[in-house]
């Protein structure tokens, strides 16, 4: 795993340590396996960005922070100029670029993400806590929600209970980028 994702699963234990917290009540609370958690803190393992999202609610910090280490401070306005939002190294084939990580107390998180073409037709699935709003700024995706499967192009956008399992893919050989917003 790429060292943003080692530093990344190092935050994360260090939170659950200062909150006194074991592993097993962790793991309980954000709904994953104890052995799950473990490969998370490991750092050998990808961390989808739905968990950190629901470990930053429990801990009770800016998603920001897990991934940075820094906490944002602006609270008027962020501006964040093109190609210039935070990366997230994330499990191929996602990327993930957070647009307003320096703007604190944020009531929703956008990324762009980008999706790269796989050689297989594996699709990781996720789910968390809250809502999800997607628009698709370029190529196709294959979206799939709680057993329904969506293809969206560019300028179609989906709002969904992102409660429910849901992942993607994209089609045609071709990346697809999407402008992703998540509301708690």
């Not at 191929?92 to 957070?98: A, D, I, L, T, W």
């Not at 009531?107 to 699935?125: A, Q």
């Not at 999800?132 to 370029?138: A, G, H, K, Q, R």
């Not at 429910?164 to 990346?175: E, I, R, T």
């Amino acid at each position: 795993m790429s060292d943003q994702v080692k530093q990344i699963a190092s935050r994360l234990k260090d939170l659950r340590e200062i909150a006194g917290l074991s592993v097993e009540s962790l793991a309980g609370e954000l709904g994953v396996s104890t052995e799950t958690y473990n490969e998370y803190e490991s750092g050998n393992t990808d961390i989808p960005i739905g968990f950190l999202y629901e470990a930053a609610n429990k801990f009770g910090v800016e998603l920001t922070a897990i991934l940075t280490g820094e906490d944002p401070k602006l609270h008027t306005y962020c501006l964040v100029r093109k190609d210039k939002g935070v990366s997230v190294s994330r499990r191929n084939p996602y990327k993930y670029q957070s647009l307003a990580y320096k703007f604190i107390n944020k009531k929703s998180e956008p990324f762009l993400v980008t999706v790269e073409p796989g050689n297989d037709d594996t699709v990781h699935f996720n789910s968390h806590p809250g809502q999800e709003f997607n628009y698709v700024l370029e190529g196709t995706l294959m979206i799939y929600i709680d057993g329904h499967q969506l293809t969206l192009n560019e300028g179609d956008s989906l709002y969904f209970d992102s409660g429910c399992s849901h992942g993607m893919k994209a089609l045609n050989g071709k990346p697809a980028k999407f402008l992703a917003i998540i509301f708690n």
